[in-house]
């Protein structure tokens, strides 16, 4: 087996047996990189000296008997809308193109400490908007199991350079689905925690209220690794709970789920939903009733509301984040011949046209007149959802669902029809809004593409997904490695 083919825990038993150098496992990978990049345009900024910088210091520290910690020569990549100490953090938009940091963004900091080494900056759509990775101001990604589809977005080159083997462990951002559509669509695990689990200092903020931070995976083993080092309370986040967090690994003990109940949501038997997803639903639903699970009937009578509701508060917040790219502070600033003209011109140049079509959108909603007909009516859907989630989660410990309507779709097919777009989200969306943990898994292949399906926990319940998921690795198999024959 190749090293690049290896999960992030065989690679850090490796380097502390000393069956490889830190720095033979980053050459590997960057070679990988080198490899597939030219097809995959997966990656922003690569990071070939400082990875092997850093790789030579942890062989030294090593070689003096230190242990750096559970992640010690284990290849990482990162969104590029986490904050990268002097090295530069674009959010793929020509509004940040030249933008370097003076910090480290907190998950960031802790992958450090936990001895990983940061190889790339992962290409993403514009601002984090975005379901296919078109919207980057630089170019688009490949979908590797068919480089002529979308890996999803927005962290489409996280979940594609993971899916590829450039890393075992990447990382990205999710706010309406922005990890999981694109880790179903890559075959691969991806996960959003709960709202408040893991802080999101220094990651540029999308819509501050649905945002929150997780990782992509080849093997549950390595999401939990991840999550064991990046769930910790921070007090550089407000947000971000002090609660203990839990012993995530325990859940690959998990051999039965006697006494467990999973929840199909009536209302989502509506939908137009590709045959070879409702296949793997089908699949993953005989696995959990094998394992010993009741299945049950849930209901969220106000789902149907998500997908508008969503694309109301969003983008309402995103134009309050993003108002402070306006010529005058950092970032991209254009020539002008008065204030408002620089804020013009700045704001036409540095956006791309989704960026711009969500600000008009937040804009509107939040203007005189209109934030009580569509920002407060949206906000009061939600919390009437929030309800639903949480009777349901009185008769269901778990929720099982599908990632995605659809099967990877081919780049320009719906980057006209921005509804057809947001519609990949529908169902990874109201665990957003909800603050609720939510797993996107492979569920199987199809004609070469890989299957997603989508474990979703009532809030603080990453156990109960994990066990469930846990169980479905054993039945269904871990995710294949994707990219070999590019």
Request: a negative charge.
């Given at each position: ?254 051999t039965d789920l006697k006494g467990k109940r999973v929840g199909l ?164 969306l109201p665990a957003n809004m909800a603050g609720l943990p939510a ?40 995710p294949r490695l994707a990219g070999g024959d590019l």
């Amino acid at each position: 087996m190749e090293l690049f083919e290896c999960s992030a825990a065989d690679l850090a038993r490796a380097v502390r047996e000393g069956a490889h150098s830190v720095a033979e496992i980053v050459e590997v990978h960057l070679g990988r990189m080198d490899r597939l990049e030219p097809v995959l345009s997966a990656i922003v900024t690569p990071l070939k000296d400082e990875a092997r910088a850093r790789a030579a210091a942890l062989d030294i520290a090593l070689a003096r008997g230190e242990n750096p910690g559970p992640l010690t020569g284990v290849p990482v990549i990162v969104k590029d809308n986490f904050c990268t100490r002097r090295i530069r953090t674009t959010c793929s938009s020509r509004m940040l193109e030249n933008w370097i940091p003076p910090y480290d963004a907190t998950v960031v900091s802790y992958l450090e400490r936990a001895g990983a080494v940061l190889i790339g900056k992962a290409n993403m759509d514009e601002f984090a908007m975005g379901s296919s990775t078109e919207h980057s101001a630089f170019f688009t990604t490949s979908n590797p199991w068919d480089p002529s589809r979308v890996p999803g977005g927005s962290s489409g080159g996280s979940a594609a350079s993971c899916a590829a083997g450039y890393a075992p462990l990447t990382f990205g951002s999710d706010t309406g689905g922005s990890i999981r559509q694109p880790a179903a669509f890559c075959g691969i695990y991806g996960f959003k925690p709960t709202y408040g689990m893991v802080s999101r200092y220094g990651v540029v903020p999308f819509a501050s209220s649905l945002d929150q931070i997780g990782p992509f995976a080849r093997t549950l083993e390595d999401l939990l690794l991840a999550m064991e080092v990046i769930a910790e309370a921070d007090e550089k986040d407000a947000t971000c709970s002090r609660a203990l967090r839990p012993d995530f690994r325990k859940a690959l003990d998990v051999t039965d789920l006697k006494g467990k109940r999973v929840g199909l949501v009536r209302e989502f038997e509506g939908y137009d939903i590709d045959g070879p997803i409702v296949d793997a639903l089908a699949r993953a639903r005989a696995a959990l009733l094998d394992a010993g699970a009741t299945v049950v009937d849930v209901s969220l009578p106000t789902v149907s509301h998500g997908l508008a509701c969503y694309y109301i508060i969003a983008p309402a917040e995103a134009s309050s984040n993003l108002a402070r790219f306006d010529g005058v502070r950092y970032g991209l600033s254009a020539e002008a011949d008065s204030l408002i003209d620089l804020y013009h011109r700045t704001r036409k140049a540095g956006f791309g046209p989704e960026v711009k079509r969500r600000l008009l959108t937040g804009t509107y909603v939040l203007s005189s007149g209109y934030y009580d007909a569509y920002y407060n009516k949206a906000l009061k859907v939600v919390a009437i959802l929030r309800d639903e989630f949480a009777r349901a989660f009185g008769e269901a410990d778990v929720i099982l669902a599908p990632t995605t309507p659809t099967l990877p779709f081919r780049k320009g097919e719906n980057i006209g029809d921005p509804i057809k777009m947001y519609m990949s989200d529908l169902f990874t969306l109201p665990a957003n809004m909800a603050g609720l943990p939510a797993l996107s898994l492979n569920g199987g292949y199809s004609d070469g593409l890989p299957v997603g399906i989508q474990l979703i926990g009532p809030r603080w319940g990453e156990m109960e997904i994990f066990s469930a998921a846990a169980v479905l690795e054993k039945a269904l198999g871990a995710p294949r490695l994707a990219g070999g024959d590019l």
